[in-house]
């Protein structure tokens, strides 16, 4: 018996078979691995702002499956996760990657620095203006798509402090090796350990006096249960960056269109990051006094005599020497064009207060 399709039951049929591969491919999903879990101020940003400019930049064509607390890579796996393409994006810490990224370090070896707005306009320019850090990635095989940062630096000392001053013969926590730089200069006995269950309870049993952390950081340990004398300002500079970085090979096999979708999707969440760092700062320190913390809120001659106490100038001076001899021979020039752009940002700070 044969078997005949209509005229109009053909084309239909046709338009349907030809329509079936656009529809398959007309989707792209990225894998996104986060070493924090999701809740956070960075981690709710990037997964309520950022990703759905994404989305709606490209019109659907780009999706993020995020893996959030670690579930694919621990901080100190990420950058070798994503260089590898085992994950398509994942947030990097340079601080956790000193070795394959030295110049990244630049960022921390500040004492004082822009917040907000202007902070995320300070590592946007660097970026810009600076092409060593971009090229530092390329050579990981990895391209930042978005450059997320974080809180301010605090104190939490289990002793009351009348000043910074008062750190002195104690001993501190930090886990960055400028800030125990820092700590060193200004008298106090700078130490490291694992964060988490091991500071905590060096903070219990009063092994350690304090420690030098971002705000958010100390207030997620509930380090004020033991250490509630907080003493915290807004220019106290952490310069702590988290680069949302992609696969090299992911993003050049990505379509013109679909980067630059992203690049929108970046000023979309760029243009509105600062004020909603402004506004969680001033709820993370509402939120310190509500569970029993003291906070104080430097005045502006106690954070310029932290910024003279550290002799910062002098521990980056150092650290060229340093990078030269491992062969980093750009440390230097690279380090006077990051002071520059932050000297430029505080005098434009300095102007608008």
Do not use: C
């Amino acid at each position: 018996m044969k078997i005949g399709y209509s005229r109009k039951t053909l084309m239909a049929l046709l338009l349907t078979t030809s329509l079936m591969p656009a529809a398959a491919s007309a989707t792209q999903i990225l894998t996104y691995s986060d070493h924090e879990p999701l809740g956070g101020m960075r981690t709710r940003f990037i997964n309520d702002v950022f990703f759905p400019a994404i989305e709606k930049e490209s019109q659907g064509r780009l999706k993020i499956d995020p893996h959030w607390g670690g579930e694919l890579n621990t901080s100190y796996e990420a950058l070798g996760k994503v260089s590898k393409g085992e994950v398509d994006m994942a947030t990097v810490v340079p601080e956790y990657n000193a070795e394959q990224l030295p110049l990244h370090q630049i960022f921390k070896s500040f004492p004082v620095g822009p917040a907000g707005a202007q902070q995320v306009a300070f590592f946007r320019r660097a970026y810009a203006d600076i092409p060593a850090f971009p090229a530092e990635l390329k050579r990981n095989n990895v391209v930042s798509v978005f450059l997320e940062t974080g809180y301010p630096l605090a104190f939490f000392s289990s002793k009351a402090m009348s000043d910074l001053g008062e750190i002195k013969g104690g001993t501190w926590r930090s886990a960055s090796f400028w800030h125990r730089d820092f700590l060193q200069s200004a008298g106090a006995k700078p130490v490291t350990m694992p964060w988490g269950e091991p500071t905590y309870n060096a903070l219990k049993t009063g092994a350690i006096d304090g420690m030098m952390l971002n705000v958010d950081s100390g207030y997620d340990l509930k380090a004020y249960q033991f250490a509630s004398n907080v003493l915290i300002s807004k220019k106290l500079w952490l310069g702590h960056l988290y680069i949302l970085a992609m696969n090299e090979k992911t993003w050049d096999k990505l379509s013109t269109e679909d980067q630059a979708a992203i690049q929108r999707a970046a000023e979309t969440a760029y243009h509105s990051l600062g004020a909603v760092m402004d506004r969680r700062f001033n709820t993370q320190i509402d939120d310190l006094r509500n569970v029993g913390a003291k906070v104080r809120i430097l005045k502006p001659q106690e954070i310029a005599q932290w910024q003279t106490t550290t002799h910062y100038q002098a521990a980056q001076a150092k650290w060229v020497k340093e990078q030269k001899a491992k062969g980093v021979n750009d440390a230097g020039t690279v380090m006077k064009q990051v002071n520059t752009i932050m000297d430029e940002a505080m005098q434009q700070k300095a102007h608008q207060e």
